[in-house]
């Protein structure tokens, strides 16, 4: 199985900050990643596919890259509404498998 | 609209079953895989596998093939999620979550299910 190491695992920032998630493969994923954000007690909801495709009606300040094995998640200026809990999943094999998440706080 | 409506939550006895449905509408029901997801208190998500709608050809996670099956009512539009030998590790909100038909993969979530596995 692909397994997904995300980090990190909590963080807490102002609002205004440039935020940062990264997940690590172990294996070439070939940027099939997504990144979904949940509110507490609620769905999640798919911010980003194919590593960098931003959904439509999610602002524009929410980004996605890859380098190698490695994907970023990148909030460029946080809103307080963004905090919540940020998960990576993969898709390239079965099983999909997902990262850990990260829970943000807003400070 | 696309919605997926799940039933209600659950407590169950170790060594019990437990069955969620999934009522599905607003898009053709044949054409896409209904999967299963579930998130535990403190652990990451878990993808259990996956139903085509029209077909009924099913995938599983290894990690729960022999414990899980799928079924499908087409004519309900609604999958099924049926998860045996309940232990208390099995506590957890499951998702019913449609696939994809070449668009981009989890769109559109249940609103979950809680199983709460406790003797």
């Known amino acids: 199985d692909i397994y997904l190491t995300q980090t990190p695992s909590s963080l807490s920032a102002s609002v205004g900050d440039r935020v940062v998630i990264t997940c690590q493969a172990t294996?070439?994923?070939?940027?099939?990643l997504n990144w979904f954000h949940q509110k507490p007690g609620k769905a999640p909801q798919l911010l980003i596919s194919g590593t960098s495709t931003l959904q439509p009606g999610v602002p524009s300040r929410f980004s996605g890259s890859a380098s190698g094995t490695e994907y970023t998640f990148t909030i460029s200026r946080l809103q307080s509404e963004d905090l919540g809990f940020y998960f990576c999943l993969q898709y390239e094999n079965l099983p999909y498998t997902f990262g850990q998440g990260t829970n943000l706080e807003i400070k | 609209q696309v919605h997926l409506v799940q039933s209600e939550a659950e407590v169950k006895k170790p060594g019990a079953s437990v069955n969620i449905s999934c009522k599905t509408s607003g898009f053709n029901f044949n054409k896409y895989a209904v999967h299963w997801i579930r998130q535990g208190p403190g652990q990451r998500l878990e993808w259990l596998g996956q139903i085509t709608g029209g077909s009924g050809n099913k995938r599983f996670s290894q990690k729960f093939q022999g414990r899980v099956s799928f079924s499908r009512e087409i004519s309900a539009t609604t999958a099924y999620m049926e998860l045996s030998s309940l232990t208390s590790e099995d506590t957890a909100t499951y998702y019913c979550v449609r696939g994809s038909s070449g668009g981009p993969l989890f769109v559109d979530w249940g609103q979950g299910t809680l199983v709460t596995v406790s003797s």
């Open positions: 294996q070439d994923i070939r940027q099939n």
